[in-house]
């Protein structure tokens, strides 16, 4: 615990903004200088896209503020899901959350840095393409999906189970 807030799930955020930050700054000073399409699979190709918008390049629209809003979203919500681990049910719970925030402020950093979030992992198939995407963008989406399956099938204790501290349940 560092100030009440567990420390596995904004580890697990830091590795994350690590691995996203350094995969970014690989594709833009070496792999795409100068950028091009990188064929790696018949189905997988290294791209560079700047995207000024949110998921699947939504928001679009090169705005002057986007950049400062989208961020200040991102760390309205990163705030709220770090105050989140501090109650966070489980491993799988905490992991997602920790998964999530690195995700968003690894976008974050991008805005700040470049005006545009950097994505370049390219996926097709049958000649249609999924939007281009990075590391943090994965990341978000995985803990995205861990948490909803956590909350489907994790078999955490809800308030229905809870006990009155003897063993015996409450129920609701």
Do not use: C, E
Not at 42 to 68: C, D, E, I, Q, T
Not at 104 to 111: E, F, K, M, P, W
Not at 116 to 132: C, E, I, M, R, T
Not at 147 to 167: E, M, P, Q, V
């Amino acid at each position: 615990m560092l100030f009440g807030f567990p420390l596995p799930p904004l580890l697990l955020a830091l590795v994350v903004i690590a691995l996203d930050q350094a995969s970014k700054w690989w594709i833009l000073l070496d792999v795409m200088s100068p950028p091009r399409v990188i064929p790696v699979t018949g189905f997988f190709n290294l791209v560079l896209v700047w995207n000024r918008g949110v998921s699947f390049g939504v928001m679009n629209n090169g705005g002057n503020w986007n950049a400062w809003i989208l961020s200040a979203i991102a760390l309205v919500i990163a705030g709220s899901l770090v105050w989140w681990t501090r109650t966070a049910l489980g491993w799988v719970q905490k992991a997602a959350l920790g998964l999530i925030i690195g995700g968003a402020l690894g976008n974050v950093v991008d805005r700040m840095i470049h005006g545009a979030v950097v994505d370049f992992l390219d996926f097709s198939v049958s000649g249609y393409h999924w939007p281009a995407f990075n590391v943090a963008d994965a990341s978000i989406t995985l803990g995205a999906v861990l948490l909803i399956a956590d909350t489907l099938f994790g078999g955490n204790k809800s308030a229905d189970n809870r006990t009155d501290g003897g063993g015996k349940s409450t129920g609701a």
